[in-house]
């Protein structure tokens, strides 16, 4: 079965190969953390594709000319705390004035359901574009949470980035956020018994962090 519509894979060659270095157990937290950042930059390039644009007058060394320049107000990424953070480095990277918002969810061992305990955001979130981060996408119950509470403070143009999805995750998140669109580097087929992506790459904050 095709995956939903708003679910969009970025096959880029440099994407895919380091995608494979970051699945690789052997690759250090140093290594795992620059490459988490690249992919966000290549990944943020891809979900940005589409922001609006307007014109103003410059002069170049030859000669005066209308040129493109982005419309409107800054863009806001919001990365889910913690794993989040390191992708979100790479989207600043590629748009370093836009304005930062934060999400602090933690999954219940339990449940696997996603408990909030931050949430700040710009003040004029619906006026602008928004780009959620999260490295994985394994059940969707944190991006789902993370997706609800922006809507319900006004966010209306929401991206969401990952590098990593599992297929009943993707379905899931589609199914309740069909207008946001995904922007990932492969869809893995399934989950263990623990919530984990199989077969993934392991939990992605330890990873980048250095913890477990």
């Not at 270095?21 to 390039?45: H, V």
């Not at 493109?68 to 889910?80: A, E, Q």
């Not at 989040?84 to 790479?90: K, N, Q, T, V, Y």
Request: charged share 25%; proline share 8%.
């Amino acid at each position: 079965m095709p995956l939903p519509p708003s679910i969009h894979v970025v096959t880029h060659p440099l994407v895919q190969h380091k995608l494979t270095k970051m699945r690789d157990k052997q690759t250090s937290s140093a290594n795992f953390r620059r490459l988490l950042r690249e992919i966000g930059l290549l990944l943020g390039y891809d979900a940005t594709r589409d922001l609006p644009l307007g014109t103003t007058r410059i002069e170049t060394p030859i000669e005066g000319m209308e040129a493109p320049l982005l419309d409107g107000k800054k863009l806001v990424i919001v990365p889910i705390l913690r794993a989040g953070l390191g992708l979100a480095e790479g989207v600043l990277d590629l748009v370093p004035l836009a304005r930062m918002g934060h999400v602090g969810l933690y999954r219940d061992p339990r449940t696997l359901q996603a408990v909030e305990y931050y949430f700040k955001i710009p003040g004029d979130i619906s006026d602008r574009d928004v780009i959620v981060c999260d490295p994985m996408l394994a059940t969707a119950h944190s991006a789902i949470a993370a997706v609800d509470r922006l809507k319900e403070t006004g966010a209306r143009r929401i991206k969401m980035i990952c590098i990593l999805a599992a297929e009943p995750g993707a379905r899931a998140f589609a199914e309740v956020h069909p207008d946001v669109p995904v922007f990932t580097a492969a869809v893995d087929a399934k989950l263990n018994d623990h919530g984990y992506i199989v077969p993934g790459l392991g939990d992605a904050g330890d990873r980048l962090f250095g913890t477990k």
